[in-house]
């Protein structure tokens, strides 16, 4: 949420800001409701003073023995007007509060400007695009060929937009998340967490997925209602909601390992076929609480430790600065990992690391005590994927793919795999 005071105080530079997402911020009606509630606040107090001191007048009218029905007919309506009052400002409050919620984060001011993904400025390549003196298949080609994926069998179980694993695949998947795991637990100093699936409305809130997104989210009937998590993003970063942080504990990196689920309301048509959009996935989710001066730095170490994933997979990628029309509504800046998938024969987001300043703390009430001032202040959240399990296979099999129909299997993922070198067509 952007701060209500910075909304009041420069709702112009705030609309200037918002509109190089697209996004626009009537500056003129939020303050006039801002205005509003200011008048309301008034007479709402006004007239809860007016109660207060009618109270202790009758009350020591009648402790005297005096007549009390002139007093009590001169606050006859007082209660109707003050209830009238507090109604009509806790609707004003919502309207605001509505506006508050619904608006993006603020973009850091070296975002590139562009409307779409089209628009995104590549940073940097890393890895040479495979060449192959074969037609390469993409990876559903690959995997129902070997009878290590099943698309079918999972839309009699589940519908569209699902898949099972069988064998080796399925042990690759699992080999994947515990590599990156170690490495981000061993090597880039992140504690592994253990979180819920399901969360309330709050904590989604809390990271920006509510109100906008809910269209997006499986929900639980009943009361209370549950989501289904649509990252671990969600709970890792809601531990540090209603809390204040000791200077010595920052910065904060955790890491988990979640299933994903997501409705994708909004991609109707799009990659329908294979695993790049599903319903459910697996994720290694990277989250930093860090001090609002050094957030700046950790969005350039996030990415390095996702990159670092990629790396040692041995899988070219690249990585863009999304443009301002391009970066999610947590988000002030965001570079995206794109991997190569000769399948498709383009690069594809595999991760997505961003840098959400006070944006989802001050909805959380997420909090650091400063040392210098005693004083508790926001903090800055980061969060990024360290990477996507199942684009990752799918970049594995589609990048090592062999002649024969084999998937080689990267070295580094050979000890999780008993040693094996290569998925293979059964005997």
């Known amino acids: 949420m952007i701060d209500p005071k910075l909304l009041r105080q420069s709702a112009k530079d705030v609309a200037d800001n918002l509109a190089r997402r697209g996004h626009d911020f009537d500056a003129d009606a939020y303050l006039a409701l801002d205005e509003q509630r200011k008048a309301l606040q008034v007479d709402t107090e006004a007239l809860q003073n007016e109660r207060n001191t009618s109270a202790k007048r009758i009350g020591k009218a009648k402790a005297s023995g005096e007549d009390v029905e002139p007093l ?102 699992r080999a994947l998340i515990q590599f990156m ?14 979180v819920p699936y399901l969360v309330q409305a709050d904590a989604l809130q809390g990271t920006g ?64 076929r294979g695993m790049i959009r599903q319903h459910q996935f697996e994720k290694v989710e990277l989250v930093h609480l860090v001090r609002p001066q050094e957030s700046d730095d950790a969005l350039e170490e996030l990415t390095a430790n996702a990159e670092m994933i990629l790396q040692r997979l041995e899988l070219p990628y690249r990585v863009v600065t999304l443009c301002s029309g391009d970066v999610s509504f947590s988000g002030a800046k965001t570079y995206d990992l794109e991997v190569w998938l000769p399948g498709q024969q383009k690069y594809r987001e595999i991760s997505s690391c961003s840098n959400c300043t006070d944006f989802q703390a001050r909805r959380m ?9 005693g004083k508790p202040e926001l903090l800055h959240t980061l ?22 129909g084999s998937i080689g299997i990267p070295e580094v993922l050979r000890p999780y795999m008993g040693g094996a070198d290569v998925i293979a067509m059964a005997n």
């Open 383 to 404: 969060n990024g994927s360290g990477v996507a399990a199942g684009r990752a296979l799918v970049a594995i099999m589609e990048n090592y793919q062999q002649a024969d």
């Open 365 to 373: 009430q997420a909090r650091w005590r400063n040392p210098e001032t």
């Open 209 to 272: 997925q509510l109100p906008k997104f809910e269209e997006d989210l499986f929900k639980t009937e009943g009361e209370p209602a549950y989501y289904l998590i649509p990252t671990a993003e969600v709970p890792l970063t809601n531990l540090s909601r209603e809390s204040i942080l000791d200077a010595d504990q920052l910065p904060r990196r955790l890491c988990a390992h979640t299933p994903c689920f997501r409705s994708e309301a909004g991609s109707y048509g799009k990659d329908t």
């Open 181 to 194: 795991l170690d490495v981000h637990t061993s090597e880039n100093g992140y504690e592994e967490t253990y």
């Open 72 to 173: 009590l007919a001169a606050v006859k309506d007082l209660g109707d007007r003050l209830e009238a009052s507090e109604a009509k400002l806790r609707e004003v409050q919502a309207a605001i509060q509505s506006v508050e919620l619904g608006l993006p984060n603020l973009l850091r001011d070296d975002v590139p400007t562009g409307n779409d993904d089209s628009e995104n400025e590549e940073v940097r390549r890393w890895g040479d695009v495979p060449e192959f003196d074969f037609d390469p298949q993409d990876h559903v080609d690959l995997g129902t060929s070997l009878g290590v994926l099943d698309f079918d069998a999972a839309s009699r179980v589940s519908g569209s937009r699902f898949a099972v694993m069988r064998g080796p695949l399925a042990r690759m998947q």
